[in-house]
T-cell receptor, first 113, second 112 residues
């Protein structure tokens, strides 16, 4: 099993450009999450999904959109990138029970110039 | 607001010395606590988790943590660290299973 994979691993965007980050998991997990990691701030939740076709906002959702059309995939979109969105983005998934831990992807390093 | 506080942003420690990384969380009736480790340029991996029962939880790589409800703490300990333990450590909590709240991380540096 590949676990949680993220595409791409690195990306450089110019301000105003758009892009989509893809997260895929092969563990049949119900819940999926997108986080951003910034120095000194830990992981902050952007959006999450508790099942196919559902999404919800997390702590820092502004400037991002998500979709979960298939259970195994969770897409994160930036419609108009800003330098403040320069970060490392992590996807995670879990069964959704309260006692189940999250499984993380390797991360995507995004730079917006 | 529900939150997790990691009191130390950086912890240097000599090889083979003991270490404790501190974590405090917002109080709640029920809580599930986790410690994750992140090696450079990698995602997070689970070290251990507290769900219920015994307050002393053992994890991988010789780490353990103690849940203290009265002090709302979940400190991570290891009796003897190795160079390979150099990494970033994150404490996390969930109350409902929907959302997880992470601390800001503690950078552990093991000095030879």
């Amino acid at each position: 099993n590949a676990g949680v994979t993220q595409t791409p691993k690195f990306r450089v965007l110019k301000t105003g450009q758009s892009m989509t980050l893809l997260c895929a998991q092969d563990m049949n997990h119900e819940y999926m999450y997108w986080y951003r990691q910034d120095p000194g701030m830990g992981l902050r939740l952007i959006h999450y999904s508790v099942g196919e076709g559902t999404t919800a906002k997390g702590e820092v959702p502004d400037g991002y959109n998500v979709s979960r059309l298939k259970k195994q995939n969770f897409l994160l979109g930036l419609e108009s990138a800003a330098p403040s969105q320069t970060s490392v983005y992590f996807c995670a998934s879990t069964w959704g029970w309260r006692d189940s831990e999250q499984y993380f992807g390797p991360g995507t390093r995004l730079t917006v110039t | 607001a529900q939150s997790v506080t990691q009191l130390d942003s950086q912890v240097p420690v000599f090889e083979e010395a003991p270490v404790e990384l501190r974590c405090n969380y917002s109080s709640s009736v029920s809580v599930y606590l986790f410690w994750y480790v992140q090696y450079p340029n990698q995602g997070l991996q689970l070290l251990l988790k507290y769900l219920s029962g015994s307050t002393l939880v053992k994890g991988i790589n010789g780490f353990e943590a103690e849940f203290n409800k009265s002090q709302t703490s979940f400190h991570l300990r290891k009796p003897s660290v190795h160079i390979s333990d150099t990494a970033e450590y994150f404490c996390a909590v969930t109350y409902t299973g929907n959302q997880f709240y992470f601390g800001t991380g503690t950078s552990l540096t093991v000095i030879p």
